[in-house]
């Protein structure tokens, strides 16, 4: 479970108050609100290594701070951020990255791969925004993450991806225990896939709640 327990930051352009709620292992928590409404700099909290905020986020009731490195390790993050190197294959990036984690599992990496059409032979720069998903999420699996952080990854999908996307995200929960928090806009997303939804709006958390089977 990750928690955030009134966590406030304030920077030159914008500010985040008092933002408080729970993710709970086995389920995906949604995050909705338009652009610029504090989403991604929530979850950049979380990535991040140096607390610029004041507040605490808790992982299993330990907070990320005091030992963010192995935090890391479980922490699977997808978003259209480049993060990897951007001139290299995909079989490249494996070889430099892969040694950092505690777990990896090439032959899952591997086969994931090949049910997602990919190849590994492709430049990071040559994939489109789904393949770029795609790769993400299968480099997350492949070391076991326990923590998935999802920033608008199925934004201007088509519905087929979308399909297949959560059908993945829904398989990954009843097989791992596992952590999925997403941030979207697509109200559809929401009724259908969300186990429960906050809204944020001008940095701050509107409401948080459960969302229901007929919402």
């Known amino acids: ?38 989403k991604t700099t929530l979850l950049n909290y979380v990535l991040k290594d140096k607390k610029n905020y004041d507040g605490s986020i808790l992982y299993d009731g330990k907070d990320i701070t005091n030992n963010h490195n192995e935090f ?7 978003s259209d951020e480049k993060r990897f190197f951007n001139e ?9 990255l892969s040694p950092f984690y505690t777990v990896w599992d090439n032959d899952l990496f591997i086969n994931l791969m090949k049910e997602m059409n990919l190849s590994t032979a492709k430049k990071i720069k040559n994939l489109s925004r789904g393949e770029y998903i795609r790769f993400q999420m299968a480099f997350a699996m492949a070391h076991h993450s326990k923590l998935y952080l999802l920033d608008e990854a199925t934004s201007g ?5 979308r399909k297949d996307f959560f059908k993945l995200l829904h398989n990954l929960i009843a097989t791992e225990d596992v952590t999925i928090i997403m941030t979207t806009h697509i109200e559809d997303e929401i009724n259908r896939h969300m186990d429960y939804c906050g809204c944020m709006e001008n940095g701050e958390l509107k409401y948080f709640k459960e969302v229901l089977a007929d919402e």
């Open 1 to 38: 479970m990750l928690e955030f327990i009134n966590v406030t930051g304030k920077s030159k352009k914008f500010n985040l108050n008092n933002v408080s709620f729970s993710a709970k292992e086995g389920f995906i928590t949604g995050i909705i609100g338009p652009n610029g409404a504090g």
């Open 72 to 78: 890391r390790d479980i922490l699977g993050y997808v």
């Open 88 to 96: 290299y294959t995909i079989s490249e990036n494996v070889s430099l």
């Open 157 to 161: 999908m088509d519905p087929v991806f």
